[in-house]
């Protein structure tokens, strides 16, 4: 359990650890409400052109605080821009693009509830990169996620698999669990000597110029006729689902550890629903309560630790190895 430390006078001040726990919260509700304002600005903006704003006025208010050291390790950034590249094509270009193109047909809740079939994605995508393989529990547990999506998907109609009639919106959020897989994937290879900042700061870059050469093909911008719930939706996702959640984010992971920090993603499907059903009057159908729950249940087998062994410690991963 985590204290307080005392002050001077007998203030009780929260310990590192209830911030850590706070800020991790706050980054997860903060990347829940990116989908109801995405979801929101569907009429207005087009998905390709507001990922591009997104991360273009994110970057306009990142650079004064980070580029300076984006210039001292410089030398860094020529020595990994192949893995810099990488992790903005997966997980700033096609990750967030084809996250509001799911939204621009599917519901915020739909598409935040299948956001939690990443860690079975990950799974999956370790194991064939040469990773370790899953336990027979993790790939039960992968299986059932997967279940679970299929009810998601098809809304508990069988026929939607028979006439292979699905949702585009679904299925693009699938590709979005496959994007974020693969950048998850590629973050672990990030060299320790990388400072985390000047890797968002340059994927970032490396994202948008990848994005810019579709902006030509995305619907002409009419900013004179937005509303000013449009401008503030847009500056939310620029600035609190983008710039202040990962300063949040960073904060935690520097004092729980990125393995402890990365469960509060889970918190994710269970705040995007309630905002899309308080903010946007969605509606949560039988068949979307069901699949959730089928995919939470995966997802906390996925998750599990290996049962400890005699000696108290957890016990070792029999697994073969290739």
Same mark, same amino acid.
């Given at each position: 359990?985590?204290?307080?430390?005392?002050?001077?006078?007998?203030?009780?001040?929260?310990?590192?650890?209830?911030?850590?726990?706070?800020?991790?919260?706050?980054?997860?509700?903060?990347?829940?409400?990116?989908?109801?304002?995405?979801?929101?600005?569907?009429?207005?903006?087009?998905?390709?052109?507001?990922?591009?704003?997104?991360?273009?006025?994110?970057?306009?208010?990142?650079?004064?605080?980070?580029?300076?050291?984006?210039?001292?390790?410089?030398?860094?950034?020529?020595?990994?821009?192949?893995?810099?590249?990488?992790?903005?094509?997966?997980?700033?270009?096609?990750?967030?693009?084809?996250?509001?193109?799911?939204?621009?047909?599917?519901?915020?809740?739909?598409?935040?509830?299948?956001?939690?079939?990443?860690?079975?994605?990950?799974?999956?995508?370790?194991?064939?990169?040469?990773?370790?393989?899953?336990?027979?529990?993790?790939?039960?547990? %992968?299986?059932? !996620?997967?279940?679970?999506?299929?009810?998601?998907?098809?809304? /508990?109609? +069988? $026929?939607? @698999? =028979?006439?292979?009639?699905?949702?585009?919106?679904?299925?693009?959020?699938?590709?979005?669990?496959?994007?974020?897989?693969?950048?998850?994937?590629?973050?672990?290879?990030?060299?320790?000597?990388?400072?985390?900042?000047?890797?968002?700061?340059?994927?970032?870059?490396?994202?948008?110029?990848?994005?810019?050469?579709? %902006?030509?093909? !995305?619907?002409?911008?009419?900013?004179?006729?937005?509303?000013? /719930?449009? +401008? $503030?939706? @847009? =500056?939310?996702?620029?600035?609190?689902?983008?710039?202040?959640?990962?300063?949040?984010?960073?904060?935690?992971?520097?004092?729980?550890?990125?393995?402890?920090?990365?469960?509060?993603?889970?918190?994710?499907?269970?705040?995007?629903?309630?905002?899309?059903?308080?903010?946007?009057?969605?509606?949560?159908?039988?068949?979307?309560?069901?699949?959730?729950?089928?995919?939470?249940?995966?997802?906390?087998?996925?998750?599990?630790?290996?049962?400890?062994?005699?000696?108290?410690?957890?016990?070792?991963?029999?697994?073969?190895?290739?």
């Amino acid at each position: 359990m985590f204290g307080k430390r005392l002050l001077p006078g007998g203030a009780n001040r929260p310990s590192p650890g209830i911030l850590a726990v706070f800020a991790l919260s706050l980054a997860a509700l903060f990347w829940s409400g990116n989908f109801i304002a995405g979801r929101a600005l569907r009429d207005d903006i087009d998905p390709v052109m507001l990922n591009t704003l997104r991360w273009l006025l994110c970057l306009a208010l990142f650079l004064p605080l980070v580029g300076g050291r984006v210039i001292r390790y410089r030398h860094l950034v020529r020595r990994d821009w192949r893995l810099l590249l990488a992790l903005g094509a997966t997980g700033i270009a096609a990750f967030q693009t084809m996250i509001y193109m799911a939204l621009s047909q599917t519901t915020a809740a739909n598409a935040v509830l299948m956001l939690a079939l990443t860690p079975a994605a990950i799974l999956i995508g370790g194991a064939l990169s040469g990773g370790a393989r899953p336990t027979a529990i993790q790939g039960a547990g %992968t299986a059932i !996620s997967l279940i679970g999506a299929a009810v998601l998907i098809t809304r /508990g109609d +069988v $026929s939607v @698999l =028979l006439t292979f009639s699905f949702n585009r919106g679904d299925l693009w959020m699938l590709g979005a669990v496959v994007a974020w897989a693969v950048y998850s994937l590629l973050l672990r290879q990030r060299p320790a000597d990388l400072p985390q900042d000047v890797t968002l700061a340059v994927s970032i870059t490396f994202g948008l110029a990848l994005i810019a050469p579709l %902006t030509v093909f !995305s619907d002409p911008l009419d900013p004179w006729s937005w509303s000013l /719930g449009v +401008v $503030s939706a @847009l =500056l939310y996702i620029a600035v609190f689902a983008s710039l202040i959640a990962f300063l949040l984010w960073s904060y935690g992971v520097s004092v729980l550890g990125p393995q402890r920090a990365g469960q509060f993603v889970h918190l994710m499907p269970v705040f995007g629903p309630i905002l899309a059903v308080l903010i946007l009057q969605e509606t949560l159908v039988a068949p979307q309560i069901a699949g959730a729950a089928i995919v939470f249940f995966g997802m906390y087998l996925v998750n599990r630790r290996p049962a400890p062994g005699p000696s108290g410690n957890p016990a070792p991963d029999r697994t073969p190895r290739k």
